[in-house]
């Protein structure tokens, strides 16, 4: 069975860092592709960043501010990696992150201004 854990979400202000993980389990990591999802109140789910773990290869959704959100993997550890910099209000959202059909439970990240 595969099982996605998102995790490290939180509550920081304007300007501040948080790194989000999504912990993988039931497939060999670098075979598939990740990526990181969120829904912010009143809109539909926005892809932010997929990561194909295999070759490293990245794609980030059109409405990302190049720089501030980065994704990883680490393929020893199973995991990837969201790192977000210079949060703003904007990026308040409930985060998910998927591999094929299966989704992780959210992790919520709050931004105040």
Do not use: F, H
């Not at 099982?3 to 999504?22: D, E, F, K, N």
């Not at 993988?24 to 592709?33: E, N, P, Q």
């Not at 990696?81 to 308040?92: A, G, I, N, R, V």
Request: proline letters at 3%.
């Amino acid at each position: 069975e595969v099982q996605l854990q998102a995790s490290g979400g939180g509550s920081v202000q304007t300007g501040g860092s948080l790194r989000l993980s999504c912990r993988v389990s039931g497939v060999t990591l670098d075979d598939y592709a990740i990526g990181w999802w969120r829904r912010a109140p009143g809109t539909e789910r926005e892809l932010v960043s997929c990561i194909n773990a295999g070759d490293g290869e990245t794609y980030y959704g059109g409405s990302v501010e190049p720089g501030r959100l980065t994704i990883s993997s680490d393929n020893a550890e199973n995991t990837v990696y969201l790192q977000m910099s210079s949060l703003k209000p904007e990026d308040t959202a409930v985060y998910y992150c998927r591999t094929m059909r299966y989704w992780g439970q959210g992790t919520l990240v709050t931004v105040s201004s």
